[in-house]
């Protein structure tokens, strides 16, 4: 009598990858290998982004499923009254995109750099199409403010030539971030041809950039650097830092914070306010400061 052979139990086993790119609730996951799985999260859990190291298990071939985010050196996101959208994780730079056409938000500019501070994320300014001579100029006087506070301002034209870019890229995980229109594609298309973005006219009615980029992904520049592309941003809501820690995203309020005659000082319109008196004493930007009040209101 032949004795029924047991069937053996397939086990999947856990491996560890980066989110190299960000569907919705989709995810292209590496693994260290260096094979791309398509995944989702366990559950109904979100809350996973670009960047992210996480534990896997695969489920089927090319297939798995995201069971833990492995701890985050660092989590760039933005929020309003209502929801929060995650940017980028583990990123130890941004870039800050701009362009003098087709016009780019200053508030926009200090909002990324208080998330950036916040997180303890380097920051760096480029300014595109640089090759539109007049515009620039007005642009490049307009940011010269930012590069007194010590954030480098790269200029470029990323249809001609990225290379003062490229010596701010090594050794780092970048995240550019900007408003639409203003070239990350091209930029991405010139450090990473086989990328590929899209890119789109720019709307000259409305002034602003065509959505290009819908989905976040990183890509390898090589093996100790890489950059995240992210959709355009118009806004960047910054409601999930607190009134008491929005100073500290101001890089030159730093040596006066703590100074104040109330510990408890807003600087607004305080008596004994450090922040006041060296805004009065021209130590401080009254633009910065202005847009520092402003964000006091979210």
């Known amino acids: 009598m032949s004795i029924p052979l047991q069937q053996s139990k397939v086990i999947f086993p856990h491996h560890t990858g980066q989110i190299i790119a960000v569907y919705g609730r989709h995810y292209t996951v590496e693994t260290t290998n260096g094979e791309a799985l398509s995944c989702v999260m366990r559950g109904k859990k979100g809350g996973v982004a670009c960047g992210d190291q996480v534990e896997i298990k695969f489920t089927t071939p090319g297939q798995g499923v995201i069971e833990k985010i492995l701890l985050r050196k660092s989590l760039l996101y933005r929020s309003d009254a209502f929801k929060e959208k995650i940017i980028a994780a583990n990123v130890t730079q941004i870039i800050i995109v701009v362009a003098a056409v087709p016009g780019f938000s200053e508030e926009l500019i200090n909002r990324c750099l208080v998330a950036a501070e916040s997180q303890r994320i380097q920051a760096i300014i480029v300014l595109n199409k640089t090759d539109l001579a007049e515009p620039t100029k007005a642009a490049i006087k307009e940011l010269s403010l930012y590069e007194s506070l010590g954030y480098p301002l790269i200029k470029i034209s990323a249809v001609q030539d990225i290379s003062a870019l490229k010596s701010y890229l090594q050794g780092h995980v970048s995240v550019l971030a900007g408003q639409s229109g203003m070239g990350k594609s091209t930029i991405l298309n010139a450090l990473i041809p ?32 890489d950059i995240i592309d992210s959709p355009g ?43 006041i008196q060296a805004t009065s004493e021209k130590k401080i930007s009254t633009k910065r400061f202005n847009f520092y009040h402003k964000l006091l209101q979210k």
């Not at 590929?196 to 819908?214: D, F, K, M, P």
């Not at 500290?248 to 607004?268: A, L, M, S």
């Open 233 to 275: 941003i118009q806004a960047f809501g910054l409601n999930h830092i607190g009134d008491e820690n929005l100073a500290w995203g101001f890089t030159e309020f730093h040596p006066y914070i703590g100074q104040c005659k109330f510990n408890d000082c807003r600087h607004v319109n305080e008596p004994g306010c450090m922040l």
């Open 194 to 225: 086989e990328a590929q973005r899209a890119t789109a006219e720019i709307s000259v009615a409305l002034n602003s950039g065509c959505h290009t980029t819908t989905h976040a992904h990183l890509y390898h520049i090589d093996a100790n650097s």
